[in-house]
């Protein structure tokens, strides 16, 4: 009797199993099949853009935009992974938040672009305080043809819906940082103008290699702005190429050195040099590449411009939140950015603040010259 009735269980149990593996199967038989149908929407964009000169496949910023209005006007509520354009059709997004925030059952789904022109789907589903995530992914083959990678579901450890309109989760906790698990999506859009000032002054210099935007300083009072490390950043904006140096480069010359900050900075050629390292002898600049040895390995912040204002004189107040993925948050720290229109068109940075309580967040920063100029 008792072996007929264990019989039963097992039999219960496996035909239980069996009915959960054919649901699962359908249930990514499904996501498959949408993931496949939302790529297929934009393949002729993808197959037409220049993907770059490397062995992996790198699309334009403009490109991946496209991709993203293309899924958009396609009724797919579209993203990109690297945050730099608005969400597309967010409604269903916010009312699934919403319902979660209540402690309701709600489920979102949204699509994300990457810059190699694949496709993450990425499905949310909310009870009370939980929330599982199924993350697909797919990417186009050698014949250019689209296929899922993969097909993941956890149960976040921890969500959040930021005031600002980050949607953040974390799968597995760690203090890893290179193991980190989090992931950052911006669902509430930002306007025109925090988005072109962002891309042409804030995100082109950032937070590695130089201290821009990580003290206090105006014209008057810069003692711990260090000139010399924001050469090439400056380079870039000037000419919209990379800086190209060699091992043995650690000096500019003073014409092309000053021609680049001042195009930046409210100094005279006077006040360069004087504030700059600058050798008179040769009438150079001391500069040197980012190497390993000159940074100091950390998790890099990346900057938002969440507010604008404009003033008078040509002034424009730039408000920017530090965002860091690594440690799930939207606001690391906060500064505002001063930025002045010269009557010949030249925009110089004039003033940067510190406003947030926690200076203690700022990345640490070294000059890269220190340890074979300490001295300088």
């Known amino acids: 009797m008792k072996q007929n009735i264990w019989l039963l269980i097992l039999i219960l149990s496996l035909c239980t199993l069996s009915a959960c593996a054919e649901k699962k199967t359908d249930k990514n038989e499904t996501v498959r099949e949408e993931l496949i149908k939302a790529a297929g929407s934009y393949r002729d964009i993808y197959i037409k853009a220049e993907k770059g000169r490397g062995k992996n496949t790198v699309l334009s910023e ?10 958009g006007r396609n009724g797919y509520t579209s993203a990109c992974m690297g945050n730099d354009c608005n969400m597309k059709n967010i409604q269903k997004v916010t009312r699934g938040l919403k319902k979660a925030k209540e402690g309701k059952k709600g489920q979102a789904v949204f699509y994300c672009v990457t810059s190699s022109g694949g496709l993450h ?49 974390e799968t597995v906790p760690t203090e890893n940082e290179e193991m980190d698990t989090h992931c950052m999506v911006r669902v509430l859009p930002l306007s025109d ?21 990580l003290t206090d300083w105006d014209r008057k009072n810069h003692k711990n702005l260090y000139l010399n490390d924001l050469y090439e950043y400056f380079y870039y904006m000037k ?16 014409e092309k050195f000053e021609a680049v900050m001042q195009d930046y900075l409210p100094f ?27 940074l100091t390995p950390q998790s890099m912040p990346v900057p938002e411009v969440v507010d604008v204002e404009h003033k008078g004189g040509g002034m424009t107040v730039l408000t ?17 950015v001063v930025l002045q229109k010269q009557k010949d068109g030249r925009v110089w940075f004039v003033k940067n603040t510190i406003i947030s309580e926690h200076r203690d967040k700022l990345p640490a920063y070294q000059k890269r010259n220190q340890k074979r100029h300490p001295e300088a």
């Open 62 to 71: 403009k490109e991946v935009h496209r991709i993203v209005d293309q899924l």
């Open 320 to 336: 920017v939140d530090a965002l860091l993925k690594q440690k799930g948050t939207d606001q690391a720290f906060t500064h505002q």
């Open 121 to 169: 789907r990425y499905e949310m589903k909310f009870q009370g305080k939980k929330m599982s995530v199924t993350d697909a992914y797919l990417d186009w083959d050698k014949k250019q043809q689209p296929a899922v990678s993969y097909i993941d579901t956890k149960t976040a450890a921890k969500w959040e819906y930021t005031k600002k309109g980050w949607l953040i989760w």
């Open 239 to 254: 000419h919209h190429r990379y800086f190209q140096d060699d091992n043995s480069v650690d000096r500019i010359t003073s």
């Open 193 to 213: 103008d925090c988005r072109r000032l962002n891309r042409e002054y804030i995100s082109p210099v950032g937070y590695r290699g130089n201290n821009l935007f």
């Open 268 to 294: 005279s050629k006077k006040e360069i040099r004087q504030y700059a390292d600058y050798s008179e002898k040769d009438s150079t600049y001391l500069w040197e590449p980012l190497r390993g040895w000159n």
